[in-house]
Nanobody
Framework: VQLQASGGGLVQPGGSLRLSCTAS????????MGWYRQAPGKQRELVAN???????NYADSVKGRFTISRDNAKNTVYLQMNALQPEDTAVYYC???????????????WGQGTQVTVSS
């Protein structure tokens, strides 16, 4: 199983970016999917997550600016980021709780990370 993230880049304050993350491999089902971020010198923190049924949860710092969504048919989670601020600069990682085919249990998988830089 692999998670491939894309969509990061350099954007000016107030700008927008959309991150995508697709899970591939021997997947039976995916439970929660989410986005985390880690800024230099800081711990990794939850940005937002979404259940298989579409219920969402956001960090207070991004509420009203970021929107998480998913396409279950494509095993893909998205993060639409609007009104970006310099403090949003970080490496963004996607995460998914996956049940693999022919395997008991649900395990967490991480994507490789994508850099988001907000600067003028």
């Amino acid at each position: 199983v692999q998670l491939q993230a894309s969509g990061g880049g350099l954007v000016q304050p107030g700008g927008s970016l959309r991150l995508s993350c697709t899970a591939s491999g021997s997947i039976r089902s995916i439970n929660d999917m989410g986005w985390y971020r880690q800024a230099p010198g800081k711990q990794r923190e939850l940005v937002a997550n979404i259940t298989s049924g579409g219920s969402t949860n956001y960090a207070d710092s991004v509420k009203g600016r970021f929107t998480i969504s998913r396409d279950n048919a494509k095993n893909t989670v998205y993060l639409q980021m609007n009104a970006l601020q310099p403090e949003d600069t970080a490496v963004y990682y996607c995460n998914a709780d996956i049940r693999r085919r022919l395997q008991v249990g649900v395990f967490g998988y991480w994507g490789q990370g994508t850099q988001v830089t907000v600067s003028s």
